[in-house]
């Protein structure tokens, strides 16, 4: 069964002090993987997507990276506007454009 | 440009009643989907749109969910005899296709139901 992972559960980090964060996934056949970044009350974020073993992406403070079995997406210095939940996804060659869904990061940065 | 908005943003209704969930896309965006969260949880997918048809259902619950797109961009997601168990945040997403780097979904702001 197609199934993906995230932890932590919850991340509590003070401002500055950097961290990753996981995304295990176990596919038939993984097609893309996509980070979401969600803030209380409201949709999902797109963060990033990445194809292929090896990739990597940035964006400000965050990087995110794929392996053949997980993903890792890099807090580097955080701020507390960076507190959310992260959420990471996978799409299945041959199932179309379906999202499968972690159960999401709970992040907080403090000052 | 505008994002995707989702009407209503909040809808109580009571165990048994009949609801409707409406979803304006990105305007261009050929897919449409349809996910349901609950608290604490990541998204579940319920049902995927490629233009006016429903390229996959498999995702809804059982039959009393329903979703239309019948003119290739608005859609609405329909529940007869809500039950408590439906009360969650119903997102909708939209991509410019379902191909390699279209594929991008854009999620509006959801609608929370809540069934009494």
């Known amino acids: 069964e197609d199934q993906v992972t995230q932890s932590p559960e919850a991340l509590r980090l003070q401002e500055g002090e950097s961290s990753s964060l996981n995304c295990s996934y176990t596919v038939s056949g993984l097609r893309g993987l996509f980070w979401y970044r969600q803030d209380p009350g409201k949709g999902p974020e797109f963060l990033f997507t990445l194809y292929s073993a090896g990739e990597e992406k940035e964006k400000e403070r965050l990087k995110a990276t794929l392996t053949k079995k997980e993903s890792f997406l890099h807090i580097t210095a955080p701020k507390p506007e960076d507190s959310a939940t992260y959420l990471c996804a996978v799409q299945i060659h041959n199932q179309g454009g379906k999202l499968i869904f972690g159960q999401g990061t709970e992040l907080s940065v403090k000052p | 440009g505008a994002g995707v908005s989702q009407t209503p943003s909040n809808k109580v209704t009571e165990k048994g009643k009949y609801v409707e969930l409406r979803c304006d896309p990105i305007s261009g965006h050929t897919a449409l989907y349809w996910y349901r969260q609950s608290l604490g949880q990541g998204p579940e997918f319920l049902i995927y749109f490629q233009g006016t048809g429903a390229a996959d259902d498999s995702g809804l619950p059982n039959d009393r969910f329903f979703a239309v797109r019948p003119e290739g961009s608005v859609s609405t997601l329909k529940i007869q005899r809500t039950e408590r168990g439906d009360s969650a945040v119903y997102l909708c997403?939209?991509?410019?296709?379902?191909?390699?780097?279209?594929?991008?979904?854009?999620f509006g702001p959801g609608t929370r139901l809540t069934v009494l």
């Open positions: 997403a939209s991509s410019l296709g379902s191909g390699p780097s279209t594929d991008t979904q854009y």
